[in-house]
């Protein structure tokens, strides 16, 4: 089994719909991340959590919102869907010790 | 604040060539440095990383790197490029443990896609 597990990998959703997106790990790190990843834009930062009871801001929060229901779980929300929110999402983990950072497979989210 | 600049977001090379991808970088406090590999409808791989030991790192499928402090570079090459380098290429920057939340914020850089001749 793959150490953070992201899903859906794949989904389509129309403009105006509630969608989460969810990232569970099984690394016992206390950090996660949400990205986007858009083509010649690199990943950009969605929101960040260093535990349960912090989460922070990104380059590019509006518009999404996220939940840490546990250590090893933290969702992604995008309350209400439009078309430029479609690209890949990644979720990712980080180890306080070695500074690396694991991500998930990605899921591809299509608005239409 | 931190970022990273990618320059140049193609690079081709014929297989046997050197391969060299440009990463500069801004921080306010001392960086740990990062270059990661996305292979096609996969996720990242770290390929190496610096967190302030040597200077020259090597890492994963024969590629290394050079933390230049004075130049703000961490450029990413291989001697020999292989079909099987073909990916796209993420730099990335953090601050320290000892520089508090930029630490927590791991920055990419926009990607360098290497395509690989035969």
């Known amino acids: 089994d793959a150490d953070v597990t992201q899903t859906p990998r794949n989904r389509i959703t129309k403009t105006g719909k509630r969608i989460m997106l969810e990232c569970s790990q099984t690394k016992g790190h206390d950090r996660m991340y949400w990205y986007r990843q858009d083509p010649g834009l690199g990943l950009r930062l969605i929101y960040y959590s260093f535990d349960v009871k912090d989460i922070n801001k990104g380059e590019i929060s509006d518009g999404y919102s996220v939940s840490r229901q546990a250590q090893a779980k933290f969702s992604l929300s995008l309350e209400s869907a439009i078309p430029n929110q479609t690209a890949l999402y990644f979720c990712?983990?980080?180890?306080?010790?070695?500074?690396?950072?694991?991500f998930g497979q990605g899921t591809r989210l299509t608005v239409v | 604040a931190q970022s990273v600049t990618q320059l140049g977001s193609h690079v081709s090379v014929s297989e046997g060539a050197l391969v060299l991808l440009r990463c500069n970088y801004s921080?306010?406090?001392?960086?740990?440095l990062f270059w990661y590999v996305q292979y096609p409808n996969q996720g990242l791989q770290l390929l190496l990383k610096y967190t302030s030991a040597a200077t020259l790192v090597k890492g994963i499928n024969g590629f290394e790197a050079e933390f230049k402090k004075s130049e703000t570079s961490f450029h990413l090459t291989k001697p020999s490029a292989h079909m099987r380098d073909a990916a796209e290429y993420f730099c990335?920057?953090?601050?320290?443990?000892?520089?508090?939340?930029?630490?927590?914020?791991?920055?990419f850089g926009q990607g360098t896609i290497l395509t690989v001749h035969p």
């Open positions: 990335a920057v953090s601050g320290t443990y000892a520089g508090g939340t930029s630490y927590g914020k791991l920055t």
């Open positions: 921080s306010s406090v001392p960086p740990y």
């Open positions: 990712a983990t980080r180890d306080r010790e070695s500074a690396e950072a694991f």
